[in-house]
């Protein structure tokens, strides 16, 4: 079992940067891929950012590559969101998710991921 916490949301303008992070606690952190997802109001949740669980592959939805960056800390079980050129569209709750199984590649479907955080609130300003 993994529980996630996720933290470093916030209101920013556009142009600003955030920093999210996403605490896990449990065993096997460092064999579970680590995904980023977030939802905006009225919308579905969809895929932002996802990594291995041997940090050699990464992945990034076509609306944030060249401005989010995703990174992991295994020895203090975090996973970070950089955050940069932040735009209105980018407002949403953001989510971190954990991937049990070990696979090779990134995967970017929400259904594949078995342990959610709870949300951290992200909000642009224009």
């Known amino acids: 079992q993994v529980q996630l916490v996720e933290s470093g949301g916030g209101l920013v303008q556009a142009g600003g940067s955030l920093r999210l992070s996403c605490a896990a606690s449990g065993r096997a952190f460092s064999r579970h891929a680590m995904g980023w997802f977030r939802q905006a109001p009225g919308r579905e949740r969809e895929f932002v950012a996802a990594?291995?669980?041997?940090?050699?592959?990464?992945h990034y939805a076509d609306s944030v590559k060249g401005r989010f960056s995703i990174s992991r800390d295994t020895a203090n079980n975090t996973v970070y969101l950089q955050m940069n050129s932040l735009k209105p569209e980018d407002t949403a709750v953001y989510y971190c998710?954990?991937?049990?199984?070990?696979?090779?590649?990134?995967?970017?479907?929400?259904?594949?991921?078995?342990?959610w955080g709870q949300g951290t609130q992200v909000t642009v300003s224009s």
């Open positions: 990594i291995t669980w041997s940090g050699g592959r990464i």
């Open positions: 998710a954990a991937d049990r199984k070990l696979r090779l590649v990134v995967v970017t479907s929400a259904r594949e991921y078995d342990y």
